[in-house]
C-alpha cells in the first residue's frame, strides 16, 4: 500500500508540473532580437524590441507585422497605452506618439533633458517616463511637453514604474537605488525602503495590497 501511495504521489508532482510548462512560441514575423517590452490596446498587441523597432499583432501574437514608420530610433524599451494613443520610449531617440495604432509616429520630446527612456507609465490623462540619469519626467498634454519631477528621489536612473490607483511607484538603480512613491503626479517622492537596503533595483509591480520588485 505504501509503494502504492508514493508512484501515486509522483505521478501527480510530474502532471502538475507538465500542466505549468506549456509555453508556445509565438514569433512569426517578428524580428529584430530582444523584445524589451508589451503592451495590449484592445484586441492589438505591440512588442517593443531592441534594434527592430515595434510589431503589431490582432491575432494573439500568433503574426506579427513592422511599424515604424517616423520611429527615427528602433531601440524600444517601453510602450504605454493612453486611450487611442500610443506612446513609445526609445533609448536615446526619445519619446514617441502614435494615434493611428502603429501606423506612424511622431517624436514627443519638449522638455526632456535626456532622450534615454527606459520606462513608461499613465495615470489619467498624465504620460510618465522613467529615464537613465534624467529621472521621472511628466507629460499633461499628451506629450506635446514634458517637465522633469525629481523632488525627493535618489539616483535618478529609473528603471521602471507601476501605478495603483492615483499613486505611482518608481525603482532606481545606482548608489541611492530604493523604491520611491508619489501621490501627487511626481511633485514630491519619498523613499519606501529601508536606508541600509543596498540592492539595484530593476522592475516593479502592484498586486492589490503587494508591492514586488525585482532586483540585479
Do not use: P
Not at 11 to 32: R, Y
Not at 148 to 153: D, K, R
Amino acid at each position: 500500500m505504501k509503494k502504492y501511495i508514493l508512484i501515486l504521489f509522483v505521478f501527480t508532482i510530474l502532471l502538475s508540473s507538465n500542466s505549468f510548462s506549456q509555453w508556445k512560441s509565438i514569433n512569426n514575423g517578428l524580428i529584430g532580437g530582444t523584445v524589451n517590452c508589451i503592451v495590449k490596446n484592445g484586441t492589438i498587441t505591440f512588442a517593443g524590441t531592441y534594434s527592430g523597432g515595434i510589431f503589431l499583432s490582432t491575432d494573439d501574437g500568433n503574426s506579427w507585422n513592422s511599424k515604424n514608420n517616423g520611429l527615427t530610433n528602433l531601440d524600444v524599451y517601453a510602450l504605454a497605452v493612453s486611450g487611442n494613443n500610443i506612446f513609445a520610449g526609445t533609448f536615446s531617440g526619445g519619446i514617441f506618439l502614435s494615434t493611428d495604432y502603429g501606423n506612424t509616429w511622431v517624436a514627443k520630446n519638449t522638455g526632456l533633458t535626456t532622450l534615454n527612456i527606459q520606462t513608461l507609465a499613465v495615470i489619467g490623462s498624465n504620460i510618465f517616463a522613467g529615464t537613465y540619469y534624467g529621472g521621472v519626467f511628466i507629460s499633461k498634454n499628451n506629450g506635446e511637453s514634458w517637465t522633469q519631477q525629481n523632488v525627493g528621489l535618489g539616483t535618478i536612473d529609473i528603471r521602471a514604474l507601476a501605478v495603483s490607483g492615483n499613486s505611482l511607484y518608481a525603482v532606481s538603480y545606482g548608489t541611492k537605488n530604493g523604491v520611491y512613491l508619489t501621490n501627487d503626479s511626481g511633485a514630491n517622492w519619498k523613499a519606501i525602503h529601508k536606508d541600509e537596503f543596498d540592492t539595484n533595483f530593476t522592475s516593479i509591480i502592484i498586486n492589490g495590497s503587494s508591492i514586488f520588485a525585482g532586483t540585479s
